[in-house]
């Protein structure tokens, strides 16, 4: 992988990455084409990365598709696929990890203890493999975004971050790999995500900025439906991660919910 992209950088080539965990969907495919429309030679990456899963959480059934992946990388025109071992990334005497202070124990670092730091950690060392001059990240995992970009901010990486918009289905919800753990009802029940986000959208739109005011809309959706219990529901700034006490224009709101035994994340920006 080092070797193919320092031959596309000598040859003057701009280099767009895709980082995944693999099972693509739409969304994924939505990163590949923004890539190949800014990038001259575009890489794509699977690899389920162990150091962001927790002890009980979802590691070993985690949706493996690597056959289609890969004819939906190529039928897009990715150039390269980066899709290595656990050892090959991380041998047995590895002690190294890339911690993000603050920002990774805000949203989904405060639900997942550890997982943003093995976020940062595998991204850092996709980074340093590829030497992107873009990569692609889409806006549903909004405060993965915050950190990585404080991230490359922080450690001066030469590389530009780019984030894509939410990919949803027809009917609203967000695409997510974990999608395919919902049985039907859940599937029904999962649109409650969305619909709290519109209902915290048009109070806003219709002239409320007050924090409590405007999360008690969204949380409302939420509580009616007997399939989803709430993680968290927030007003941050999409910078920082911290609350806001008063809603303004690039105001991220941002939910968590496990509908049946699947934690779902959706977020919309004001």
């Not at 950190?147 to 780019?162: G, H, S, W």
């Not at 984030?163 to 039907?184: F, Q, T």
Request: proline share 4%.
């Amino acid at each position: 992988m080092q070797a193919a992209c320092r031959e596309a950088r000598r040859a003057g080539r701009t280099i767009g990455l895709v980082p995944t965990m693999g099972a693509l969907h739409a969304g994924h495919v939505s990163l590949v084409r923004a890539a190949r429309r800014q990038s001259e030679f575009v890489t794509a990456s699977i690899f389920v990365n162990p150091l962001q899963f927790g002890p009980t959480e979802d590691l070993d059934k985690y949706p493996r598709t690597f056959e289609e992946d890969c004819r939906k990388l190529e039928a897009e025109g990715a150039d390269l696929l980066f899709a290595p071992t656990n050892a090959e990334m991380y041998p047995t005497d590895a002690s190294t990890y890339v911690n993000v202070e603050g920002l990774s124990d805000r949203l989904d670092g405060a639900s997942r203890p550890g997982h943003f730091r093995g976020v940062t950690t595998v991204v850092a060392k996709l980074f340093e493999i590829v030497r992107p001059d873009r990569a692609f990240f889409g806006q549903k995992d909004a405060a993965q975004v915050a950190v990585l970009r404080r991230m490359v901010r922080d450690l001066n990486m030469d590389l530009e971050l780019i984030v894509c918009p939410i990919v949803r289905e027809e009917d609203g919800l967000a695409m997510s790999s974990r999608n395919v753990y919902l049985s039907p009802a859940e599937r029904k029940a999962a649109l409650c995500l969305s619909r709290s986000l519109a209902a915290v959208r048009e109070f806003y739109c219709g002239g409320e900025h007050d924090r409590e005011r405007l999360l008690a809309a969204g949380r409302d959706v939420i509580a009616a439906e007997p399939l989803a219990k709430l993680d968290y529901y927030e007003l941050v700034n999409w910078d920082t991660l911290e609350p806001l006490r008063e809603a303004r224009a690039g105001t991220l709101v941002a939910v968590a919910a496990w509908v049946g035994n699947t934690r779902l994340i959706d977020n919309c920006v004001l």
